[in-house]
C-alpha cells in the first residue's frame, strides 16, 4: 500500500501500465476539490479528471492539511480497499469515474466558495479575496491569443505557460447569444474587475459593431444613405469556463 498525494508530478514520459480500464494513478496529483460529503474530485498528471466516491459520509477532508490518496502501487480502482486519509480522518473508496472537464470545473468552482486548496503543482490563490481563481475553471484576458466559434459559444486560445497548462478554453454563454459570437471582434468583461474570466456573476463577452466592407464599398458609389454598420452590440452572460479537451 503506498500514499500520493501533493506531489511534484512524475515526468510524463514514465509511463505507468494501469491495472484495469477503470484505474486513476494517483501519483502525482495536481488538485483535488470537495463540493459534496460522499465524493471527491481530482486531476490526475495527466490532467484528466475523476471523481473519487465514498462508502460513507465523509466532509471536511480539505480543511486538513495534507489529505492524501492511500492505494496498492498508487492505482485507485474502487477495490474497496482504498482510502483517502488525513491525519484524524479515514474515508474508504467505493468507486472511480472520470467525468468530463466541464463537471470538474463545476465542482472546482463549487469548492473553491468555501474552501480553496492549492497543491504544489497548482498555483491556486485565495479567491475569497482576490477572486483570480483556479485554472480549472478561469483563465486571464492578458493571455488570450485568439478565439474561435463553437457549439456552446467560444473556443479562446491562450498562453498555457500562465494558464496552468491549458491552451485553449470552452467558453459557454447563452443559446440565444450563439448566433452573435461570429464577429472578428469580442471583449472580456470580469464581473469582478481582475481580467480574469471565470464564469461568475457579471463575467460578460460583449460583441463589437462591425463595417460590412462589401456594403461599405457599395455606399461609397451613393446607393446606400451611410456606410451599413452591423449594429449589433451584445452583452452576452457567460455561464462557464473550462479547459477544452485535449
Known sequence: MTTAH???PAPLSAARTAPGPHCMDAKGLLEMNQSSPDSITLLDRTQSPWRLRFSAACPGLLAAEDPRVA???SWV????DERVMTDDKTC???AVERISRREFAQQAKQNDVALPVTLDAVNVTEHRRSFRGSPSYCFSTRHVRGWSDSAQGVTVETNP?????Y???VIEVAP???GLVHSPQLRFHSGFKTGVICGHPGDMLEIIPTVDPILDAIAERGYLPEPPINRTQA????LAVYPAAP
Request: glycine share 14%; charged share 25%; proline share 0%.
Open 77 to 80: 480502482c474502487g477495490t474497496g
Open 235 to 238: 452583452r452576452c452572460e457567460i
Open 71 to 73: 492505494a496498492v502501487d
Open 176 to 178: 440565444s447569444c450563439r
Open 167 to 169: 491552451r485553449h478554453y
Open 161 to 165: 505557460r500562465y494558464s496552468g497548462g
Open 92 to 94: 474508504t473508496i467505493s
Open 6 to 8: 501533493a506531489e511534484s
